[in-house]
C-alpha cells in the first residue's frame, strides 16, 4: 500500500470535522514575542474575510478555537445581513490583555494578517484597542479601524454602540409602541468600549441603569460619569445582573451568556446588546421566545463597528457610516415582524435573511465572475 494513503487513513479527522464549513484556519506561533493567535476564515463568498481580533486568557487551545470558529461565522451572517462585501473571519489572541501585550506581539501578528495577502482585514475587538493595531499596521495594510491621526476612521466602538441604540429604539417602539429611550430601565453587563458608551448615552437620556463588570475601575468610571450627570447608576454584581427588573438586557461581553441557567433568571422583556454570539446555542433563540423575551438577533444589532470598518477602505465618512448604522432600526423592527408573521424566532427570521444574500451572490459569482475569465482571453 501506498506508504502516503496508509498514512492518511489513519490521521485523526477530528480537526477537520471541528473546522468543517470553514475555509481556512490559521495557527500563529511567534515565540521571540509570545503570539499565540488563531485566524479563521469562515466564508468569502461575499468577498475577503473581515473581522476584529479579541484578546482573552482562554483557559485552552480548544477553548480559544471554539470561540474563533464561532465569531468567524457570525461575522459571514452580519455582512451579509448587513449588506456590506466582506466575508466572515475572525482572530484571537491568547493571553491577558491586562498583561501580555508589547509592540512585538502585535508587529508579529501583522506579519501573519499580511502573509494571507488580503483573504483577511483585522481590527479591534474585545481586550483589544485602536493603539495595540497601529504596530500592526507597521507590517501589514490589511488592519481596519486605526486612529484618526493614523488616517483611519476611527474607534469603531462609536457606530457600534450607535447601532445599539437604533436597536434599542426599534424594540422599544415594537414592544411598547415609541422608541423614547428615557422611559425604561436598561441593564447593561460589561462597561468596556461599547458597554460604557451606551451606559453613558442612556444615562443622559435620563433612563434608568444597571451595571456589572468584573473590573473596579470600569464600575469607578460610570459612578464618576453619572455624578457628573447629576444622576445615579445602579451597580450589581456578575451574577445579579441576570436577575434584575430591568426592561431590556444589554451584553456588552463575553458570547454564551444567554444559556440554560441564565434563561429562567431573566425576567426583562428583550434582549439587545453588542456581545457578539450572545446565545450559547442556537436553540436558546426559541428557548427566550418561549419565555415571552423578545430577542435581538447580536449579529443585526451589533454590526455598527463592521459598517465602519469595511466603509474606511473607501475613504473614512462619518456621515455615510451614521447613515448606514441608522439602517439597524429598520432592519431589526422587520425581523421582529417577519418572525411574528411566520411564527419563527427572530434568528431564524435574521438568518433567512442572510442565507437569501449568500445564495444570491454565490449564484452571481458562478453565473460572472472576473476571476474565472477564460484563459484565452488573456494577451500574450
Ligand atoms: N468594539 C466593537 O466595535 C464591537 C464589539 N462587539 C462585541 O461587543 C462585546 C464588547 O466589546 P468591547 O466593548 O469592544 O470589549 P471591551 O474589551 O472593551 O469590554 C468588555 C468589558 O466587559 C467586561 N467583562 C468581561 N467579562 C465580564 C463578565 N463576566 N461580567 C461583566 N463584565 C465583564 C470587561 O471587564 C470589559 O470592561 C464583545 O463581545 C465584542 O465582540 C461586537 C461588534 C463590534
Ligand atoms: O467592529 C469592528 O471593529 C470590526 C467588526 C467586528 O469584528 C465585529 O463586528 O465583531
Known sequence: MNPQVEKSTHLNQDIFQKIAGHEQVVFCNDPSSGL???IAIHDTTLGPALGGTRMYPYKSVE???EDVLRLSEGMTYKCAAADIDFGGGKAVIIGDPKHDKSAGLFRAFGQYVDSLNGRFYTGTDMGTTMEDFVHATKETNFI???PVEYGG??????PTSQGVIYGLKATNRFLFGDEDLSKRTYAIQGLGKVGYKLANRLLEEGANVIVTDIFEEAITRIKER???LGTTVTVVSSEEIYRTDADIFIPCAMGGIINDQTIEQLKVKAVVGSANNQLKSNHHAKRLQDRGILYAPDYIVNAGGLMQVADELYGPNEDRVLLQTK?????LLEIYEQANLKFIT???AADEKCQKRLQEQR????FYSRSRRPKWDIKE
Not at 449564484?363 to 458562478?366: E, K, L, Q, S
Open 36 to 38: 499565540q493567535a488563531i
Open 63 to 65: 477553548e480559544a478555537l
Open 144 to 146: 481596519n479601524g486605526i
Open 153 to 158: 476612521s476611527g474607534d469603531s466602538s462609536v
Open 226 to 228: 453619572a455624578n457628573e
Open 327 to 331: 439602517t439597524i432600526y429598520q432592519t
Open 346 to 348: 427572530t434568528l431564524e
Open 363 to 366: 449564484h452571481r459569482n458562478n
